[in-house]
């Protein structure tokens, strides 16, 4: 089974940026949709971003995400990527990486089946 390593995860100030990475282990991301949720305190845990297996893979972000996270893969590298802009205060979280082998991904938390554990992103205004 493959198994996942999240990083990147830091404090920040409101408007700065952060890229988060999640590489693979045990196993590669070929066949494997990827997707990144946050969890912050007394919330539940939110899809955020996906991405589809392929060459061609499709791409969803939630609306509180939208226009300022970017989500990629680097096949060769076995890790997947969220850069993320114009940081906010409401973005403060733990995020998490999480995988199916399936070329489809969703931001529904049951879509998957392998989770990293999180690192941690705060933001300060």
């Known amino acids: 089974d493959v198994q996942l390593q999240a990083s990147g995860g830091g404090l920040v100030q409101a408007g700065g940026s952060l890229r988060l990475s999640c590489a693979a282990s045990?196993?590669?991301?070929?066949?494997?949709?990827i997707g990144w949720f946050r969890e912050a305190p007394g919330k539940t845990r939110e899809g955020i971003s996906c991405?589809?297996?392929?060459?061609?893979?499709?791409?969803y972000y939630a609306e509180s995400v939208k226009g300022r996270f970017t989500i990629s893969s680097d096949y060769a590298k076995n890790t997947v990527y969220l850069q993320m802009n114009s940081l906010k205060p409401e973005d403060t979280a733990d995020y998490y990486c999480?995988?199916?082998?399936?070329?489809?991904?969703?931001?529904?938390?049951?879509?998957?089946?392998?989770w990293g554990q999180g690192t941690q992103v705060t933001v300060s205004s």
């Open positions: 991405i589809g297996s392929g060459g061609d893979a499709t791409t």
């Open positions: 045990g196993g590669t991301f070929d066949g494997y949709a």
């Open positions: 999480t995988a199916v082998l399936f070329p489809r991904c969703h931001l529904g938390r049951s879509w998957y089946d392998y």
